[in-house]
């Protein structure tokens, strides 16, 4: 493909307009779509985790989903730095496709980003059991959530090496590779949790802290997967992505953490409202916390794909920013903003015309135990589908952004909306209302509506300044 994706081969009989839009919207589906079902897979393993924790009995899954509570919390903060890596490799070939130092010194950044981040955090997850009981948890799952999480926290460095080589790979148009690894690991993980967790002949029985060991060895599997392919793809030789991958760079460094650091408060922001709104669905009752849990499952599942396309935003409208080039940067967020909000609009049709089937996928809805759970469900999942097209905007503009290396003021709406209107809104609802639950959900899609119109109100703004300015665009916004 054509530096930038504009192949001549999208038709020379068309307009231009047109031509660019087919060629760019072709671009942008072959780098999205493998993002898009690596997010799937690694969604997989995380399903395949608290299946295996359910067969293991209804304690082990109490304990390890405590406990994996805690490590997304704090990994989603690491993902936010280390996503930075794309962005500014995507920069750096955008000004000059040959420019193999600059990304193999990023990659070197990231390296060490992500290495900086994990020490302190692994040794915080450490003391998971004397966190939890200083808390108030009950001493006996404390204690299991300490043991299973001393087995997980190991996941933490390579998962965060991976997602620095993930960005790399999707910079560099090769996102193929990571999905390869992810989807490699999905039997590697089943088979050693079964070999390790569970009691049989030649098996171990160690329980869920097996499930944890599983967990960590497919998180070295991927990376050494993606090692295995710089090593050997002709391709990616010339990069010489892991030369001297042990020297300090403070520049580049530097450069990654106040890009990411912004990066990393907003997913905390964001993973932060959906824990206090678990914590605040449990205030009224089961029925409406598994209620919660199906729809926010089947919300969740269709948020990978504009995440997909918000990871493959970033690249393209990076790469045009590099290059100098206002018109393809707006050509590439339209694109991509048009696909997230279009599929996301068809699930919240799916959501709304046909609730009982999705619910159908998490529960057996003729079941007598779940009669008291379906009306929530299919009332949360109306409001899922308000909060799928908001969620799916505020996804993909919040990666466009990203491209133009535009995160500080993304965190401010994002801390702003959430945690200054969603929860605030949610509480008013919820408790000083009377709608319980459906008050959350209301606080949801209020917070999410927001934070969906200011940032692509932000992005039309930077959009617009780039098109004023003479000659190449200015220093990036921050």
Same mark, same amino acid.
């Given at each position: ?15 231009? &307009? +047109? /031509?660019?839009?087919? !060629?760019?919207?072709? #671009?942008?589906?072959?780098? $999205?779509? @493998? %993002?898009? *079902? ?64 600059? &990304? +193999? /010194?990023?990659?070197? !950044?990231?390296?060490? #980003?992500?290495?900086?981040? $994990?020490? @302190? %955090?692994? *040794? ?355």
């Amino acid at each position: 493909m054509p530096a930038f994706g504009l192949a001549a081969s999208a038709g020379e009989g068309r307009p231009p &307009v +047109r /031509r660019a839009w087919i !060629a760019e919207l072709r #671009a942008t589906l072959a780098l $999205a779509a @493998p %993002l898009v *079902l690596t997010n799937l897979a690694q969604h997989g393993l995380i399903t395949a985790d608290t299946v295996m924790l359910g067969r293991l009995g209804a304690p082990e899954l109490a304990a390890a989903t405590l406990a994996t509570s805690l490590y997304f919390i704090l990994f989603i903060c690491g993902i936010g730095l280390t996503s930075a890596v794309a962005p500014l490799i995507a920069e750096a070939l955008g000004r000059d496709r040959t420019d193999s130092d600059a &990304v +193999r /010194r990023l990659v070197r !950044a990231g390296f060490w #980003a992500a290495t900086l981040v $994990a020490i @302190p %955090l692994m *040794l915080g997850l450490w003391h998971t059991r004397a966190l939890l009981e200083a808390i108030g948890e009950p001493p006996a799952l404390a204690e299991d959530a300490g043991r299973y999480m001393r087995a997980l926290e190991w996941a933490m460095w390579p998962a965060l090496l991976f997602m620095v080589l993930r960005g790399t790979f999707a910079a560099l148009e090769r996102p193929s590779w990571p999905l390869a690894a992810s989807l490699m690991a999905l039997p590697v993980n089943i088979g050693l949790a079964v070999w390790l967790a569970f009691e049989g002949p030649g098996r171990l029985g160690m329980g869920l802290v097996g499930v944890g060991i599983a967990t960590t060895c497919a998180a070295f599997f991927t990376l050494l997967v993606l090692v295995a392919v710089i090593l050997r793809d002709r391709g990616l030789r010339r990069y010489r992505l892991l030369h001297r991958v042990w020297r300090f760079d403070a520049k580049r460094l530097s450069a990654l953490f106040r890009l990411g650091l912004p990066m990393a408060g907003t997913g905390l922001a964001e993973a932060g409202l959906f824990e206090a709104a678990v914590l605040g669905m449990g205030l009224f009752g089961a029925a409406q916390l598994a209620a919660h849990a199906v729809a926010i499952q089947i919300a969740a599942l269709c948020f990978m794909v504009p995440n997909g396309v918000a990871q493959g935003a970033t690249v393209r409208v990076g790469l045009r920013h590099g290059a100098h080039d206002p018109q393809g940067v707006r050509l590439a967020g339209r694109v991509a903003l048009a696909l997230g909000f279009g599929f996301m609009a068809a699930c919240a049709s799916l959501q709304l015309g046909a609730p009982r089937l999705l619910i159908g996928l998490f529960l057996d809805v003729e079941a007598p135990a779940n009669a008291a759970v379906m009306p929530y469900a299919v009332g949360f999942l109306g409001f899922a589908a308000l909060f799928a097209v908001a969620d799916g905007v505020q996804s993909v503009a919040l990666g466009m952004l990203r491209g133009l290396q535009d995160t500080k003021v993304p965190m401010l709406i994002a801390v702003g909306g959430y945690w200054g209107i969603g929860v605030p809104a949610g509480a008013a609802l919820a408790w000083g209302a009377g709608l319980q639950g459906y008050g959350i959900w209301l606080g949801f899609c209020a917070g999410l509506f927001v934070v969906a119109i200011l940032l692509t109100a932000r992005w039309r703004r930077l959009t617009a300044l780039r098109d004023r300015r003479p000659g190449p665009a200015g220093p990036p916004a921050r």
